[in-house]
């Protein structure tokens, strides 16, 4: 059998902002380290997203010892600390989850707004352990600020495999589906057989749902336009479709923490039925 591998690491220190590749990262309970800990909303507490600001893709924050750097073509990077403990505790809205974060202050805004060109403010959760709890299969599980899961895990054998049933010369990279975890396998699609994984050294992981994909994957994720509106979700929607919406990648909560780094092996503990064919009522 050929060994499965880690070929990618990706997170977003932002929510919806453009996405770094370490070589290294903590695995933490509620996510990769300095994954989606920061998130900009609206005036309203609600979280912007590349589905209908795709000037998103265009920031790059990176991580500091102070907190981030905010950079855009043609902007001056702006420093943000982490807001201390007087800093204005909001109430934001991910989806349906009401979550309590500091605001980044008054200039983190003013730049993003410019960026951005809507009126918003940055915001950070202090203490990603207890901010956000959710009921993810049979546990309540931290989450930071993604969607849903602490991890998304993607099999570059069913990018590849999309690729080949795309239009000739559209096919997309693995930066499209922005997933945390790239494994790297001989098999397309294996990945809906998952249920617990082994990563590196110590990580294991519990693979709990597809991701449900939206138009975010259409978005190029390096110049924030659109080269085709309908792919890939058109094609994947053929055969990767299900009542709750059309399926890429893996949604995953943390069992043990620990290191991964690009080039680590992964094993597959515990292997089940398709769990998308048993969200398409198939067996």
């Given amino acids: 059998m050929t060994e499965l591998y880690v070929a990618g690491l990706h997170i977003y220190p932002v929510k919806g902002l453009h996405g770094l590749s370490p070589s290294t990262v903590m695995v933490n309970p509620w996510g990769l380290e300095g994954d989606r800990r920061w998130m900009v909303v609206d005036p309203h507490g609600r979280f912007l997203t590349q589905r209908t600001c795709r000037a998103m893709a265009l920031v790059t924050p990176v991580p500091t010892a102070e907190g981030l750097m905010l950079t855009m073509t043609h902007m001056r990077p702006l420093p943000v600390c982490f807001p201390g403990q007087s800093a204005a505790l909001l109430t934001v809205t991910v989806w349906k989850d009401q979550v309590q974060a500091r605001d980044a202050g008054d200039m983190a805004a003013a730049w993003l707004e410019e960026a951005l060109g809507q009126p918003c403010r940055l915001v950070w959760i202090h203490r990603p352990e207890l901010a956000r709890i959710r009921q993810l299969g049979e546990d309540a599980q931290p989450v930071s600020f993604a969607d849903g899961y602490p991890l998304l895990l993607a099999n570059t054998a069913s990018l590849a495999d999309l690729n080949t049933r795309l239009p000739e010369g559209q096919a997309v990279p693995m930066t499209r589906f922005r997933a945390n975890i790239i494994i790297s396998g001989p098999l397309p ?64 909560v943390v069992e043990k923490s620990g290191l991964v780094s690009v080039g680590d092996s992964v094993s597959v503990l515990e292997e089940g039925p398709s769990n998308l064919l048993a969200m398409q009522g198939r067996k």
Avoid: H, Y
């Fill in 189 to 252: 699609w294996a990945e809906d057989g998952w249920r617990r994984v082994a990563i590196g050294k110590g990580v294991v992981a519990r693979v709990v749902a597809p991701c449900s994909r939206c138009v975010v994957t259409t978005v190029d994720q390096n110049t924030a336009e659109v080269p085709n509106p309908k792919e890939p979700l058109a094609t994947l929607s053929a055969f990767r479709r299900t009542q709750s919406g059309v399926m890429f990648a893996q949604n995953a």
